[in-house]
């Protein structure tokens, strides 16, 4: 019923920048929570940057200052601006939104969590 899609994912240089965007959609209520976890090859995946439907953040040690995340609760879209990218930042990046969603067979309301599909990004000179 819930469907998560990211964009923005690529290849940068040191020092770079990029913008992920993860838009939401389907019988949505309302979507509680959101955060980007990201994967490097062979760790596990971390979160790293988490906002609340009120708007208030939180971020890791290792991206504070650098990193701002940010939502548009009209559009069901969490964004992601990376500045200052550095090659430790390369991973595959996945949005998290904990979503209530109408049940089409029930007619009754449920809240799960969802994963967007993942998107690579690459810092390297």
């Known amino acids: 019923q819930v469907q998560l899609v990211e964009s923005g994912g690529g290849s940068v240089q040191p020092g770079g920048s990029l913008r992920l965007s993860c838009a939401a959609s389907?019988?949505?209520?309302?979507?509680?929570?959101m955060g980007w976890y990201r994967q490097a090859p062979g760790k596990e995946r971390e979160l790293f940057a988490r906002?609340?439907?009120?708007?208030?953040?939180n971020y890791a040690d290792s991206v504070k200052g650098r990193f701002t995340i940010s939502r548009d609760n009209g559009k069901n879209t969490v964004y992601l601006q990376m500045n200052s990218l550095k090659p430790e930042d390369t991973a595959a990046y996945y949005c998290?939104?904990?979503?209530?969603?109408?049940?089409?067979?029930?007619?009754?309301?449920?809240?799960?969590?969802?994963w967007g599909q993942g998107t690579q990004v690459t810092v390297s000179s």
């Open positions: 906002i609340t439907s009120g708007g208030s953040t």
């Open positions: 998290n939104a904990a979503v209530t969603y109408y049940s089409g067979a029930t007619y009754g309301l449920y809240t799960n969590d969802y």
């Open positions: 389907g019988r949505i209520f309302s979507i509680g929570a």
